[in-house]
């Protein structure tokens, strides 16, 4: 083997033929230059052995989505499942090692075909499996936020669990999801905006509703800013704000207090 270091133009070159096979793979209509790429072999000819690996790639990686989203899945019906899916593939190869990534913007992708509900979900489904992949995090101590200074709270913020994600939906995502699971056979449901947490405990997944005014102090917090910051945004709700962040606490939902 030769230690020569490739050339610009072999890199190019492979570069190209690495973009053309997954083209050539994912795209439903036949390549033209097959022949000129594919080499032959005793039993198969370049259109038969590209066909292998077209069948193969693609099936597997509905076989992820699938795996992902069976309650999209559900919810579209499993032919259009499949054909949007397809479509997805087209416009998503996969460009990462593991396939643990591959379905990260369906539902943005879902968003794109008009299909509100069924975007809702895949985002809930995908924050499960981020959950799941998650790394681990210690529980902030639960007298942690009654130690703080009121004064301190404009230079204090919550340092969010890894696997923590809150949603606001316009559809009841979860519990369409919930429904699903229990081998109901849910009906897609009316918009109705709804409002969700999605954490890690231990080697479980677990999923909160949240009210609006939940939401509405949680979201903040979780991108960063300062206690104060968060307090500034008007809740719509009378509450016991200390009940809240007991229950969040104690559920794991931070890992520590961090100072600007």
């Not at 030769?2 to 690495?18: A, C, F, G, M, V």
């Not at 969010?160 to 316009?170: G, I, K, M, N």
């Amino acid at each position: 083997m030769s230690d020569r270091p490739k050339t610009r133009s072999e890199d190019r070159s492979l570069r190209e033929t690495e973009e053309w096979l997954v083209r050539a793979i994912v795209a439903r209509e036949e390549a033209p230059d097959v022949e000129a790429r594919v080499t032959a072999s005793a039993k198969q000819s370049p259109r038969d052995r590209l066909h292998v690996y077209r069948y193969a790639y693609v099936a597997r990686l509905l076989e992820c989505l699938e795996d992902d989203y069976p309650a999209v899945f559900f919810a579209l019906g499993q032919e259009r499942a499949e054909e949007t899916c397809r479509a997805y593939v087209e416009a998503h190869p996969s460009t990462a090692f593991s396939l643990n990534v591959f379905g990260r913007h369906m539902s943005a992708f879902l968003k794109t075909r008009g299909e509100a509900f069924a975007a809702d979900l895949a985002a809930l489904e995908w924050s499960i499996v981020e959950a799941i992949h998650s790394a681990e995090a210690p529980k902030m101590a639960p007298d942690a936020l009654a130690a703080l200074d009121p004064a301190e709270w404009g230079s204090v913020t919550l340092v969010a669990a890894p696997s923590l994600r809150l949603h606001a939906f316009d559809y009841p995502a979860d519990a369409y999801y919930k429904a699903f699971h229990a081998d109901a056979a849910p009906a897609p449901p009316a918009p109705e905006p709804s409002w969700l947490a999605v954490y890690r405990a231990g080697m479980k997944i677990w999923r909160m509703p949240l009210s609006r005014g939940q939401y509405a102090l949680l979201a903040p917090l979780a991108r960063g800013a300062s206690l104060e910051e968060a307090f500034e945004v008007d809740a719509g709700e009378a509450a016991d704000v200390g009940a809240w962040f007991r229950q969040w606490t104690a559920e794991g939902f931070f890992s520590a207090v961090a100072r600007r």
